[in-house]
Nanobody, 128 residues
Framework: QVQLVESGGDSVQAGGSLRLSCTVSTYPRGMYTGYCMAWFRRIPGKEREVVANIYWDERRDMTEYSDSAKGRFTISHDKNRRTLYLEMSELNGEDTGMYYC????????????????WGQGTQVTVSS
């Protein structure tokens, strides 16, 4: 069972930046045949939504972002440190929410139902 632990959530002023981290306890066998990790968030009053995901296999890495994250957020992965990152900049009040790390074998999808490994979340609060 893959265990995910998020950190880095904080309270920041609008326009500020944060870096979220997600450490992975262990990778499953066959990770390099295709694996996906993603950041989701749950904004109060809304369903959990994907923010960004990253897929990798032996040949490539591919990233994908939600429209609200494009140009402001960057997802990356340090395989040696087994850590997923989300660099967030130009934060605004609409980014306030609980951010979750998720993982699955195979390609990435936007729907949360496809992911079978989740962290507990880390809270991001942006104030004006």
């Amino acid at each position: 069972q893959v265990q995910l632990v998020e950190s880095g959530g904080d309270s920041v002023q609008a326009g500020g930046s944060l870096r979220l981290s997600c450490t992975v306890s262990t990778y499953p066998r066959g990770m390099y045949t295709g694996y996906c990790m993603a950041w989701f968030r749950r904004i109060p009053g809304k369903e959990r939504e994907v923010v960004a995901n990253i897929y990798w296999d032996e040949r490539r890495d591919m990233t994908e972002y939600s429209d609200s994250a494009k140009g402001r957020f960057t997802i990356s992965h340090d395989k040696n440190r087994r850590t997923l990152y989300l660099e967030m900049s130009e934060l605004n009040g609409e980014d306030t929410g609980m951010y979750y790390c998720a993982a699955k074998s195979g390609p990435c999808y936007r729907g949360e139902r496809y992911y079978n490994n989740w962290g507990q979340g880390t809270q991001v609060t942006v104030s004006s």
